[in-house]
């Protein structure tokens, strides 16, 4: 970007600034979840083990 002229820079459309939204929502919660030690390390071996506890941290970021 050339940041010098600002007449340059260009302009999000309405369309463009919802997905820029909803992406900032989705990765901001992938951080989150991220955060939780267990998941990050992946402690257990059967996948469904796994998709338990990533279902407790998505409730647990809802509920906060």
Do not use: H, P, W
Not at 45 to 62: C, R
Request: proline letters at 0%.
């Amino acid at each position: 970007r050339n940041t010098k002229d600002a007449s340059k820079i260009k302009k999000l459309t309405k369309d463009e600034i919802k997905i820029y939204n909803k992406r900032s929502i989705i990765e901001r919660s992938i951080n989150r979840i991220k955060m939780s030690k267990r998941l990050n390390l992946r402690y257990d071996s059967k996948i469904q083990n796994f998709m338990g506890f990533v279902y407790l941290a998505l409730i647990s970021i809802l509920c906060k």
